[in-house]
C-alpha cells in the first residue's frame, strides 16, 4: 500500500514541474515584464526609468532563465524563473504586485472558503442524492418526466441569475438575511446560509441528473435482478442495495474535489462579500495582479492532484480488485 | 459600401460550410443517417432545432459586416468609409440601433427613469420625468392609449401570423401529399394527426410561436423599447439580440478550434500507444490539473497585456473587440480538448484490438489510411455528442467568465456583459431589473433549447443508451 502511493506521488511530480513551466511560459514569456510594468503604470509618459524602477520595487529586475553576470550557482538562482517559479514548490509565495505576502493572505483566506464550500457539498449531497433516489425509484412514471424535466430546466439556468434571484427574493424582499458581508466568529454563520442555499439549489438539475443515471445504471445491474427474485421489497432495494453500491461512484467523484473546497467559488464569493481565496482571485484577476494570479493557478494545480491522489487511495480501498494493477 | 471580413465572421462561415459537407458525408454513412433519423422523428428534438436555427439564423445575419460609405464630399474623388463595422442584421433592424434616448427607461414607458428639468408649455420649468424621445413617442396621452395601442399590434402580430401559418400550413400539407402520394385534405389531416415521420404538428406548433414573436416584435419594437434602455439609452432588446451572435460564437467555435486538437491526439495516443500515449495523456493531465477558470483567467489577463501594449495592430474598434473574442475562444478551445482526448483515447484503445483492424493492420495497410477508413469513422459519434453537450455549457461560461472581467470586450455585446452591467444598478430603488430580464430570457431559451436538443442527439447517437431501450 506504502509502494503504491509512493509511485502515485511519483507520478504527481511530473505533472505539477509540467503545470510550473506552462505558467512561466505563460506569465513571463508571452509577455516580457516590461509589459507588465507598462501596464501598472498605465500608457501615458511612462519613462524607462520607471518601468525600471516597478521591475526593482517588485523583483522583476533579473534575466528570464540564466544569469551571466552573477558566477557559479547563483547564475541559476538570480533569475526570474527561480525566483518566481521555482519557489513555488515550497509554498513561497512571494510579494504580490501590490506588496502584500500572498502566503499570509491564503492562510487566513482559506477558512471562509472552506466555510462556505463544505456545507454547500455536504448539504448539496443530502438534497441531490434523495432527489435522484425519488426519480429512480419512480423511474418511468410521470413523477421521474417531471423531474428530468425541472433538472433540464434548471440547468439552462446560469449560475449568476440563481445568485442574483436569490439575494433579491431572500435578502432584500423578505429581509430573513444578510445580502453580502462577512463578520469574525460565530456571526459569519448568518452569513453563510445564503450563498450555501443557493450554491445548492444552482446545482440540483445537473447533479440531480447525473446521480439518477447512477442509480440507473445500478439498477440494471444483474444483483438487483437477483433481489427481487428473492423477494426483496422495493423500497429496502433501493436503500440496502442501491444506494449502498452506488456510493461508490458518488464518493469517488467527491474525493477528487475535495482539495479543491480550500480555493472557493469564484462568483458566490465576489458576489457575498465572502473574503475568501475565490473572492481574493477574483480581485487580483480585476486589479491585474499577476503575482497573486500565478500563486493561485499553482495552488489550484496542487490541490487538485492531491484531490486526484486520494481518489485513487481511497479507491483501492473500496475496491480490492484494483489494488494489485 | 465595403465588405469587412472579420476573423469570426470567416470561420463562422467556414464552420457553415463543415456543418454541410459532414452532413452530406453523414448521409452516406447508414450508422451515422440512422441515428440522425431517430433525431428527426423526435418532437422535442425538432422543436429545439426550429429554435436554435433561429437564433443560427440571426447569429449568420449578424456575421455579415461591412462599413458604409461615406456621403460623398468631393465630387468624383475618392470614396471614404465610416468607422463604424456594420452588420446586415443591424442594416435590417434599422432604427432600434439609433433610437438612443438619454440613459434608463422601463420597457414600454414612455417616459425617462429619471427626473428633469422640464420645460412646461407655459415656459416654466419642473422637475419631472421627460418623455421618450422615441419610446411610445407617437402617443398624444400614454397614460390611456398605450395599453390599446399595445392591445391593438399584439391582435396584428397574431392576424399576420395566422395568415402565415395558413400559408405555410398548405404548403407543408401539399408537400406531404406529394410525398405520400396523397390528396390535399387527406394530406392535411395526416400531417395534423402527427402520421408523418417529421413530427409536424410539434414543428408547426414551434413555428407558430415563434413567428408571432417576430411580429410581435416587428410591430411593438418599432414603436417602443420593448426591454427597455440601459445606463446610456441604448435599446436593451437591440442589446439582447446582437448578444446572440457572441453567444453562438463562443459555442461553436471553441468546439470547432478544439476539434482537431483532440481528435488528432486522442485517436494518435490510442493507436500508437507507447510514448507517444506517454506523452500525450501527460500533456493532457497536465492541463487538464489546472484549475479550468483560472487557466482561462491567466491566458486571457496575458492575451490582454499583450492588446493593450500593442494597439497598433487593430485598425477599427470592432476588429480589436473580434480578436478579442477568438483568443477567448481559442483559449476555451485549449483548455477544454482534454476530455474528449481521453474519451476517444480510450475508444481508439479499444477499435484497435477488434479484428476488422488486425486485419487491416495484417494486409499492410498504412496507419493513415487505417486511422481515416477504419477508426476515425466509428469514433465519430463521440465527437458529435461532445460538440452538442458542450455548446450550453460554453453559452453559460461566457456570462460567468464575462463577469469575473476575463471575458469577452467590454464594448461588446454579449448577455455576460448585460448582466455584468445590470448588476450594479441592483440597488437603484426602484430597481433596473429589465437588462437581466432581457438577457435571462434570451440565454434561458438558446441553453433550453441546445440542452434538449442534445439530448436527443445523444440518446439517438450512444449506442450504450441504445442497447438499455432494447
Known amino acids: 500500500m506504502l509502494a503504491y502511493i509512493l509511485r502515485r506521488v511519483l507520478y504527481a511530480l511530473p505533472i505539477l514541474i509540467g503545470v510550473n513551466l506552462i505558467t512561466f511560459a505563460l506569465f513571463f514569456v508571452v509577455n516580457t515584464p ?253 486589479n491585474q495582479d499577476f503575482a497573486i494570479v500565478r500563486s493561485m493557478v499553482f495552488l489550484g494545480s496542487v490541490l487538485y492532484i492531491l484531490g486526484l491522489l486520494l481518489t485513487d487511495i481511497s479507491y483501492t480501498l473500496v475496491d480490492p480488485r484494483i489494488r494489485l494493477s | 459600401m465595403m465588405p469587412v471580413i472579420l476573423w469570426t465572421d470567416a470561420l463562422v462561415w467556414l464552420l457553415v460550410a463543415v456543418i454541410v459537407l459532414s452532413g452530406f458525408y453523414m448521409r452516406s454513412k447508414p450508422h451515422l443517417r440512422e ?64 433610437r438612443v434616448e438619454k440613459t434608463y427607461s422601463a420597457p414600454f414607458s414612455a417616459w425617462l427613469y429619471m427626473k428633469e428639468m422640464v420645460e412646461r408649455p407655459d415656459g416654466s420649468q419642473v422637475l419631472d420625468y421627460p418623455r421618450l424621445e422615441h419610446g411610445a413617442a407617437h402617443l398624444a396621452d400614454p397614460v390611456t392609449e398605450r395599453d390599446a395601442d399595445i392591445a391593438r399590434r399584439l391582435g396584428l402580430a397574431t392576424l399576420q401570423t395566422l395568415l402565415c401559418m395558413a400559408l405555410l400550413g398548405l404548403a407543408t400539407a401539399a408537400l406531404v401529399a406529394r410525398r405520400y402520394r396523397l390528396d390535399l385534405r387527406a394530406a392535411l389531416g395526416l400531417s395534423l394527426r402527427g402520421g408523418t415521420a417529421l413530427p409536424l404538428p410539434a414543428l408547426l406548433l414551434t413555428l407558430t410561436v415563434l413567428i408571432w414573436l417576430l411580429f410581435a416584435a ?156 477504419h477508426i476515425l469513422p466509428n469514433v465519430m459519434h463521440i465527437v458529435l455528442i461532445a460538440v452538442v453537450l458542450d455548446f450550453s455549457g460554453l453559452v453559460l461560461a461566457e456570462a460567468v467568465l464575462s463577469y469575473v472581467g476575463v471575458g469577452v470586450d467590454p464594448t461588446m455585446n454579449s448577455w455576460g456583459n448585460m448582466i455584468n452591467r445590470a448588476r450594479l444598478e441592483m440597488a437603484r430603488e426602484p430597481m433596473v431589473w429589465w437588462s437581466l430580464l432581457a438577457a435571462f430570457i434570451f440565454m434561458f431559451t438558446l441553453v433550453l433549447a441546445a440542452n434538449l436538443f442534445s439530448d436527443v442527439v445523444r440518446d439517438a447517437f450512444d449506442p450504450r443508451l441504445r442497447e438499455q431501450r432494447g
Open chain 2, 218 to 373: 416587428v410591430n411593438l419594437a418599432g414603436a417602443y423599447h420593448v426591454f427597455g434602455t440601459d445606463k446610456v439609452g441604448q435599446d436593451v432588446f437591440y442589446q439582447a439580440l446582437k448578444s446572440i451572435r457572441t453567444g453562438l460564437i463562443i459555442g461553436t467555435l471553441t468546439t470547432l478550434i478544439m476539434l482537431p486538437f483532440a481528435v488528432l491526439l486522442g485517436i494518435m495516443a490510442g493507436y500508437f500507444r507507447g510514448w507517444v500515449d506517454d506523452v500525450i495523456q501527460y500533456l493532457y493531465t497536465t492541463l487538464n490539473s489546472i484549475p479550468g477558470v483560472l487557466l482561462i483567467a491567466a491566458a486571457v489577463l496575458m492575451m490582454q497585456v499583450y492588446v493593450d501594449t500593442h494597439p497598433e495592430l487593430f485598425e477599427t474598434m470592432a476588429e480589436r473587440a473580434d480578436l478579442r473574442l477568438l483568443f477567448l475562444c481559442i483559449i476555451l478551445g485549449v483548455t477544454s480538448w482534454t476530455g474528449l482526448c481521453r474519451m476517444l483515447r480510450g475508444e481508439t484503445l479499444k477499435l484497435r484490438e477488434m479484428d476488422y483492424i488486425q486485419a487491416a493492420t495484417a494486409f499492410g495497410v498504412p496507419n493513415f489510411v487505417v486511422i481515416l477508413r
Open chain 1, 34 to 286: 516590461d509589459d507588465m510594468a507598462r501596464m501598472h503604470l498605465g500608457m501615458k509618459r511612462v519613462t524607462p526609468e520607471a518601468i525600471e524602477r516597478w521591475k526593482d520595487e517588485h523583483g522583476y529586475n533579473m534575466p528570464l532563465l540564466y544569469n551571466a553576470e552573477s558566477g557559479g550557482l547563483d547564475s541559476l538562482t538570480e533569475t526570474i524563473f527561480f525566483e518566481k517559479s521555482v519557489k513555488l514548490f515550497a509554498f513561497q509565495f512571494g510579494q504580490s504586485d501590490s506588496g502584500r505576502d500572498i502566503g499570509h493572505d491564503i492562510r487566513q483566506r482559506m477558512w471562509p472558503s472552506l466555510l462556505i464550500a463544505l456545507p454547500t457539498l455536504l448539504l448539496g449531497l443530502v438534497v441531490y442524492l434523495s432527489f435522484a433516489l425519488l426519480l429512480a425509484f419512480f423511474r418511468g412514471s410521470y413523477i421521474d418526466i417531471g423531474g428530468v424535466v425541472l433538472c433540464i430546466i434548471l440547468m439552462s439556468i446560469s449560475a449568476l441569475f440563481y445568485i442574483i434571484g436569490g439575494q433579491y427574493l431572500v435578502g432584500k424582499m423578505l429581509h430573513l438575511v444578510p445580502i453580502s458581508g462577512f463578520d469574525t466568529g460565530w456571526q459569519a454563520l448568518k452569513f453563510t446560509i445564503l450563498p450555501v442555499l443557493i450554491g445548492v439549489v444552482a446545482a440540483i438539475g445537473s447533479n440531480g441528473r447525473f446521480y439518477r443515471a447512477i442509480f440507473l445504471e445500478e439498477l440494471g445491474r444483474d444483483y438487483v435482478r437477483t433481489a427481487r427474485a428473492k423477494g426483496t421489497s422495493e423500497p429496502r432495494l433501493m436503500f440496502r442495495h442501491v444506494l449502498k453500491n452506488a456510493m461508490i461512484p458518488v464518493l469517488t467523484n467527491i474525493v477528487v474535489i475535495l482539495p479543491l473546497l480550500f480555493m472557493g467559488s469564484l462568483i458566490m464569493e465576489s458576489f457575498f462579500g465572502i473574503p475568501g481565496l475565490g473572492s481574493y482571485t477574483i480581485d487580483a484577476i480585476q
Open chain 2, 35 to 98: 441515428p440522425w433519423q431517430r433525431v428527426i422523428r423526435s418532437r422535442t428534438g425538432m422543436s429545439a432545432l426550429v429554435v436554435l436555427l433561429a437564433f443560427v439564423l440571426i447569429g449568420l445575419l449578424d456575421s455579415l459586416h461591412f462599413r458604409e460609405a461615406l456621403p460623398d464630399q468631393t465630387q468624383g474623388g475618392e470614396v471614404h468609409y465610416s468607422g463604424e463595422v456594420m452588420s446586415v442584421f443591424d442594416k435590417l433592424v434599422g432604427p432600434l440601433r439609433t
